[in-house]
Structure formats: C-alpha cells, structure tokens
C-alpha cells in the first residue's frame, strides 16, 4: 500500500502565526543577496521604483490625451477652424511625455531583468560554497547518516536558487505595492468602494495558492530519501565506474524498472497536486473577473450619466485593470515569499547542522617518543546496538610495525578511523605521545599520519594532483610527485602515459586515461608517501590489487624506509603479515590473539589456522 505523505499542518488557531513565522527566514535571504553584491541590490532597489511608479504616471497621462482630444475635437468641431500644428501640440506634448514614460518603464524592466540574471549567478556560486564550506566542517558521522544526506540533498536541490528568487519576490511585491498606492490615489477619487473590490476580487486565490504551496514542500521534504534514491540509480546507470557490472550481470532492466515505479509515485503526487491547485485558482480567479467587470460597469454607467468625462472613464478602467493585475501579482509574491522561505529552511537547517567541536590544541606530546597507545578502547557506531570494538588495547612504539589481521567487518578499519580522530571512542582513551588524541590540534595530528584506505579516492584529476592530494604543502611540486612516485612503483607506467604526470585521469574529461586496479593502488600509495613528515604510517590492504612481484617490491622499499615510523599494516596477505613486529588477530571488535609471527604460530590458534590454510593454496 502506498503511504500517503503526513499532514504535518498546524492547527487551525496557530495556522495564521506559523504563515507569517516562516517568513523569518526573509531578513536572511536579504541580508545574503545584499553581501553577495551591494551595487546589484541597490540597482535592482531603483529599477523596482521606477518600475513601480510609471504605470500610475502613465496612466494620468493617458488621461490628460483623451481629454485634450476630446476639447480639441469639440473646439474645431464649434469654430470650424482647420487643424494646424500648433493647434495639436498641447495633445502631442502628452502624447510625447506618454511615450517618454512607457521608454522609462521599458528600461526599468529591462535593467531589473539584467541585474537578476547577475545576482542570479553571483547569488547560486555564493549558497553552493556556503554548503560546500559547511559540509568541511561536518563529522564523519554526519556524513554517514541517512537523515543528515536527506538534509544535504534538499538544501543542494533547491537552496541555490530560492535566495534570488524570494529576493526578486520582494522587490516585486515593492514595486507592485508602489503601483497600487499611486493607483489608490487616483481610485480614491473616484470612490474609496473601487479599492475594496479590489482587495475582495483578489483574496480568494491567494488564501489558495499559499494552502497549495505549503501542501506542495510537506510533499517535497516527505519524498527526500525516495528522490535520493533516484539519483543514486541514475548514477549507477551513467557511471563508468559501475556500468561494466551492471552490463555484466544485466542489471539494467531491473534497476531501471525501480527508476521508473518512483518517477511514476512521485509524478502521480505531483499531478494530483498540481490539479488541485490549478482548477481551485481557476475558480477562485473567477471571482476576481467578476469583480473586476463589477467595477467595468460601474464606471461605464457614471460616464453615461455624466458623472465622468471620456478621458476619466479611459483612465479608471486602466487602473481598474491595472491595479487588479497589481494587486494579483503583490498577493501572488507573498504567496510566492511564503513558499521560498519554505525552501530556505532547508538550506538553514543545513547550515545550522551542530558542529561537533573538534577541541584540542597540543602540537606535541607530553611523552615524546612513547609513541601509539590503547587503553580499553570500545566504540559503537551511532545507532547501533552491538559495539564495532571492545576493550582494544595496544602499544605502537616509533619504528615498530603493527599489523591487524581479521576477517572482513571484525573492526579493523574502524580502529583505524579512531586514530584518525574521524570518530572519537565510546569508551577508553586514545594517547599519541603521553596525551589523548582529543587533547590534540587535529591539523597537527592528521599531518602526521600518511594513510591508504582500502576504498581510496580516484580523484578525476592531473596525475600528478593525484599524488599531491597527499600534502597540500606540496600539491604542485613535481620533484615531489616523482619521488613519491618511485617508491611506490608508480613512476614507470606514469612516463609512458601521453601527458606523464600532467596526464589527465579517469574518463569523465576528455582525454583522460583509466588505469588498471593495480595501477591506481600505485597511485593511492604513492600519495600517502608524499607526506614526508607523517611518522605514523597506515596501510589499508595497500597491495591488494598488485602483482606478486610489485608487491614484494613495495613492502622492500617499505621495510627499508620505515627507520623510527610507527607503522599499522592491514591485510588478508599473511605472507606479508608475518614480517610484522606485533600481530593482533581481531574477531567481533575484539582481540583474540597478539604476538609476532613465530609465537601465534606456536599457540596454533587462530592466526596458526588461518597462516596454513593460505600457505596449502600455493602448494
């Protein structure tokens, strides 16, 4: 059964205060567009006057000419007098002035439509780096939660443009508003009653297309983690990085088909939406065109009797016509306003997504040179109840080698992960030198650690960025990239590519060049060896990929290099596992058994088992 979207509305006696508290969010978006480009804001400020003015000043001129005309007429019509020049000019004179207006209120619109296609640009460039900026200061956690990506992806789907557009919204309902006061002083005239038929003609389809337009956001927030997966399956369709698989195992009609069911859900919500919304404001509009003829009549009828000269009767009607249309556009902007700030929260609620504080400021130890150590370390991954790793202790002393050896999921990684300082532990402590890793500045602590993770990033770039991204100090130094390179085996194959380390990688750019899996783990390697000072060096299944001869080369120029680093080596390769120092053989978050190769081997334990049974393979 399909679920139907929650009525999230608010009672009826708080419906009024939660329609105008949305709008708090309107002071912001101003603020934000005034910060993106003063001269713009300004600009589009005096344009809006402009533009808000005109109309009622050109309408009174329209006016004035039919009235000149018509005593021009009567005049010649009396005297007989033929028709000269200067017997036009006082009509032409207005005539005149008229087209000078209507030229004002061209080049207003046109600079009002220039200067929002500018901040327009400036505005969406400004609200990406705002998510982009923030995103850096988010958690690993944060990242990995299903609510917070649901965040990220409504305030990246609509953010960028909802700030211009609330902006433009107001700046119109300005320049609507200026029209309808410049109107109201010439319909006052006439009678105070035209402005409330008016107010009255117009209410009705702006009571409905703020109901639509909140009922349309609930729909978009409900659906977020169903428009998510969308994208995830266009993904997996379009990238060179899963189409191989997806072809292979003929995934395509399948995956396909659940793209289409949740288009077909969400255009279904859609329509049945949209047709509520527009046959209401065809029949609520309905009464505006009532109202509007009502007041037709009204003046056509004072004119017949006298009341009202040709050129009043002219002029009237075109307020009439223009202060409905006026009156329209002002409600439909701050129903529009109302549907922007509705949006805008998304991107607020993004931008005030708690930080965690990643406190500390220690440069360097209180024990310098005492080294890695666990004491009781547990952690559990946020929302789950079994804990990832319990009661860890261990001790890496400066130019040991530690290696982590357990099947996949039994934590490994995630030890990993808390060296890193990307989680913090749920119990025990964490020391780098004497001090707990929370007590450390995290730049000073990350720049010392180089790092190869398993699932190690191909970044679409030059090769030599690749290598760079390493350490940032050093991401254009090409004597860097080749000597971080020639350690791990890399330097080779990079030369006899077209373009050497300028050699664009990956195929989402023109000219780029895919690598083999064993090639791109070169690569991975050889950018954490481009952090030179990092003296905590960790290997995630690093050779997985190679071949036997690269590998056994990595890990030579490796044991050669290693001198007083503290170095943690993860993988299943038990022959490259035994030359470790000290061995820890993790199952279920837990260390079952230590010790280097030769005293695990006498326990006969697990690690004794596992050794023999990778050993009979090569036989």
Known sequence: MRRSPPDSAPPSGN??????????????????????SRTLTLGLAVCTLVAGVLPAVAAWIGQLIVDAVVEAMAYHRETGAPLTFDSAWPVLQYVLAEAGVIAAIALAQRGLAAQQSLLRALLGQKVNVMILEKAGTLSLAQFEDSEFYDKLTRARREASIRPLGLVNKTFSLLQNAISLVSFGVLLVQFSPWAILILVIGALPVFVSEAKFSGDAFRLFRWRSPQTRMQMYLETVLAREDSIKEVKLFGLEPLLLERYRRIFETLYGEDRRLTIRRETWGFLLGLLGTLAFYGAYAWVVV????????????????????????????????????????????????????????????????????????????????????????????????????????????SGKTTLIKLLTRLYEPSSGRILLDGSDLREWDVATLRRRIGVIFQDFVRYQLKVGENLGAGDVAAFADEARWQEAAERSLADEFIRNMPGGYHTQLGRWFKGGQELSGGQWQKIALARAYMRESADILVLDEPTAAMDAAAEAAVYADFREHRRDKMTILISHRFSTVRAADQILVIDGGEVIERGDHASLMAQNGRYARLFRLQAEGYR
């Open 15 to 36: 419906r009024l205060a939660a329609f105008f508290g949305v709008f708090r969010y309107s002071r912001r978006a101003l603020s934000l567009v005034w910060q993106t």
């Open 302 to 409: 004072e004119t017949i009797s006298g009341a009202l000269t040709l050129g009043e009767m002219t002029m009237y009607l075109m307020v009439f016509k223009q202060g409905q249309a006026a009156l329209s556009a002002s409600l439909t902007s701050i129903s529009g306003m109302y549907e922007d700030n509705l949006y805008l929260s998304n991107l607020y609620e993004y931008l005030e997504q708690p930080v965690i504080p990643e406190a500390g400021s220690l440069t360097q130890g209180a024990r310098p040179g005492d080294g890695i150590r666990f004491e009781e370390v547990g952690f559990t991954y946020p929302g789950a109840e079994a804990p990832a790793l319990r009661d860890i202790s261990l001790h890496v002393a400066p130019g040991q080698s530690l290696a982590l050896v357990g099947a996949n999921g």
